[in-house]
T-cell receptor
Framework: TQLLEQSPQFLSIQEGENLTVYCNSS?????LQWYRQEPGEGPVLLVT?????EVKKLKRLTFQFGDARKDSSLHITAAQPGDTGLYLC?????????FGAGTRLFVKA | ETGVTQTPRHLVMGMTNKKSLKCEQH?????MYWYKQSAKKPLELMFV???????ENNSVPSRFSPECPNSSHLFLHLHTLQPEDSALYLC??????????????FGPGTRLTVL
């Protein structure tokens, strides 16, 4: 059974701080996605990483896919209150996308 | 606005009621999904439709019945639900051509409470 474990489960930080959240699995994925879900809304895709060791940047967000394609990390620089939400990682391919339980981030002004 | 709409946004129903959830996508996608999201649990894939045919049914109880009349619409018919079925039900769509990536676009969800 493929499982994605995300850590930490919950993170509360002050505005301006940096943070990293992790997504780990014992399985190899052909690609991995990160989504952000805000209260009362559905998840919104942030990025897809495909190649082992790949690094993608989206403004203050940096995503990295592990060399062995079993894990990924999301680093946020100078967090802002607008970054508050549930961050989900998802392993693909195929229709059976596997989701982690998420990291709930709260950024205090 | 992701191009995927869901109605109703909130639903409270008794265990003997029958109700339906509706999902509509305006993205020209040809795969649609139902997920269940419970607190502190990973999203659970319930059903997948590809080109209006069901391709995945993850051992979901028969009290949940999906319907996909065309590639833009997806329904989830509910009857004799249990309180533990209370959750956020999310609809998603994706283009089949993305296959390898399977990037999904989610609706806002229906918050279901079963009394």
């Amino acid at each position: 059974t493929q499982l994605l474990e995300q850590s930490p489960q919950f993170l509360s930080i002050q505005e301006g701080e940096n943070l990293t959240v992790y997504c780990n699995s014992s399985s190899v994925f052909s690609s991995l996605q990160w989504y952000r879900q805000e209260p009362g809304e559905g998840p919104v895709l942030l990025v897809t990483v495909v190649t082992g060791g790949e690094v993608k940047k989206l403004k203050r967000l940096t995503f990295q896919f592990g060399d062995a394609r079993k894990d990924s990390s999301l680093h946020i620089t100078a967090a802002q209150p607008g970054d508050t939400g549930l961050y989900l990682c998802a392993g693909v391919p195929g229709f059976k996308t596997i989701f982690g339980a998420g990291t709930r981030l709260f950024v205090k002004a | 606005e992701t191009g995927v709409t869901q109605t109703p946004r909130h639903l409270v129903m008794g265990m003997t009621n029958k109700k339906s959830l509706k999902c509509e996508q305006h993205l020209g996608h040809n795969a649609m999904y139902w997920y269940k999201q419970s607190a502190k649990k990973p999203l659970e894939l319930m059903f997948v439709y590809s080109l209006e045919e069901r391709v995945e049914n993850n051992s979901v109880p028969s009290r949940f019945s999906p319907e996909c009349p065309n590639s833009s619409h997806l329904f989830l018919h509910l009857h004799t639900l249990q309180p533990e079925d209370s959750a956020l039900y999310l609809c998603a769509s994706s283009p089949i051509s993305s296959g390898y990536y399977n990037e999904q676009f989610f609706g806002p969800g229906t918050r279901l409470t079963v009394l």
